[in-house]
């Protein structure tokens, strides 16, 4: 599968406090791409929108943190550890650290990823 790179979003990066937030709104989608921002960041992990454009996926990688997929809008299909998991609005998936995993978005699809150090 062609990897298109991805950029970030406009904006500071940083998640307003004391309000409620629609985090599918806080991230667009453009066309043929992968667009992610960064909502908050610390030496304990990361908390990352995403929105991925029909077709578009992340190649098969492994992380050093346990990673949260929250799915926002659409379906994305997952391989952790050779497994396959189909995520789909309002599901969420646990990907442990250091287990190679993989996405796929046959359609437009956004999440919440939250990253976090492993024990």
């Known amino acids: 599968m062609p990897e298109k790179a991805h950029h970030e979003a406009g904006g500071t990066g940083k998640c307003p ?6 985090l599918a709104e806080l991230v667009q989608y453009a066309p043929g791409s992968i ?3 960064t909502l908050a ?8 929108l995403f929105a991925f454009d029909a077709g578009q996926g992340l190649s098969e990688h492994s992380a ?7 799915a926002l809008d659409g379906e994305a299909q997952l391989t952790i550890g050779g497994r396959k998991v189909t995520a789909r609005a309002g599901q969420a998936v646990l990907m442990p650290a250091n287990v190679p995993h ?4 046959p359609g437009r699809f956004k999440m919440l990823l939250t990253m976090f150090k492993a024990n």
């Open 102 to 105: 993989a996405l796929k978005a």
């Open 35 to 37: 667009v992610s921002r």
């Open 41 to 48: 960041e610390s030496a304990a992990g990361t908390l990352t």
């Open 64 to 70: 050093p943190y346990d990673a949260f997929v929250q």
């Open 17 to 22: 406090v004391a309000q409620a937030l629609e």
